[in-house]
Nanobody
Framework: QVQLAESGGGLVQAGGSLRLSCAASDPTGSYWTMGWFRQAPGKEREFVAAISWNERSTNYADSVKGRFAISRDNAKNTVYLQMNSLKPEDTAVYYC?????????????????WGQGTQVVVSS
């Protein structure tokens, strides 16, 4: 089991940028696929991006392609989500998740461990 802690959320104007971080407690977490999901009020949790442990595989939701970028630093046991050109519809609680295995899957049910989330609010 990997414990995850997100940070970097906040309030930003539309068109602005934020970088979220997710620190994993277990060094072996560097061998896990990491994902970002988000949940807006009244909506289901949705996939945002995922990256395999060796960074050879990444996946993005269509809604964030070209605006968000996922990366990781295995030496620091940390995964990042760089969010640019933010829109009000990006407002949500963003969660980091981890799963064993090499595939950057997009379904929340495929992820074993979750962080507590960090709030992102994009004002218009």
């Amino acid at each position: 089991q990997v414990q995850l802690a997100e940070s970097g959320g906040g309030l930003v104007q539309a068109g602005g940028s934020l970088r979220l971080s997710c620190a994993a407690s277990d060094p072996t977490g560097s061998y896990w696929t990491m994902g970002w999901f988000r949940q807006a009020p009244g909506k289901e949790r949705e996939f945002v991006a995922a990256i395999s442990w060796n960074e050879r595989s990444t996946n993005y939701a269509d809604s964030v392609k070209g605006r968000f970028a996922i990366s990781r630093d295995n030496a620091k046991n940390t995964v990042y989500l760089q969010m640019n050109s933010l829109k009000p519809e990006d407002t949500a609680v963003y969660y980091c998740a981890a799963r064993p295995g090499p595939y950057a899957l997009v379904e929340a049910r495929d992820y074993d461990d979750w962080g507590q989330g960090t709030q992102v609010v994009v004002s218009s």
